[in-house]
């Protein structure tokens, strides 16, 4: 049995919801414009009062849509942009975005991490980027 894909875990929309309040466009195998994320602006539920925001992925093998929810209209836009980058890397594809492999989409800890587990991981991230930082010593 294929392990659920990242998509099959997101709640698709069937409609736009707002108006797009933010787009980036990638490109795919040095193409231009050829894949493309829009954001939309949250909504608030008036039975729930939770917030729900949209994103479209196009220029994949077929247009998908998402509804994303959160207790605010942040975290539904936090949510969305990281289920976004999260799609975009299991695609797996080449894309870039200006020329960079880098996405711009900044990977999070999951909210249901003990307090110690995500304080070791902050550890370990901030002592790969000081690593990181320093200039390369020569032997």
Do not use: H, N
């Amino acid at each position: 049995m294929a392990s659920e894909s990242f998509a099959d875990r997101l709640e698709r929309s069937s409609k736009a919801s707002g108006p797009i309040i933010a787009e980036r466009v990638f490109e795919l195998d040095g193409r231009p414009r050829a894949v493309r994320v829009r954001r939309r602006k949250p909504r608030r539920d008036p039975k729930t009062r939770d917030y729900w925001c949209t994103f479209e992925l196009s220029g994949l093998e077929e247009a998908m849509r998402f509804k994303v929810w959160g207790i605010d209209s942040l975290q539904a836009l936090q949510l969305a942009m990281r289920a976004a980058g999260e799609l975009l890397r299991e695609k797996g594809l080449a894309l870039t975005w200006c020329g960079d492999e880098d996405l711009g989409f900044p990977r999070t800890l999951p909210s249901f991490l003990s307090a110690a587990a995500s304080s070791r991981l902050e550890r370990m991230i901030d002592r790969e980027l000081e690593k990181e930082a320093q200039p390369s010593r020569r032997k």
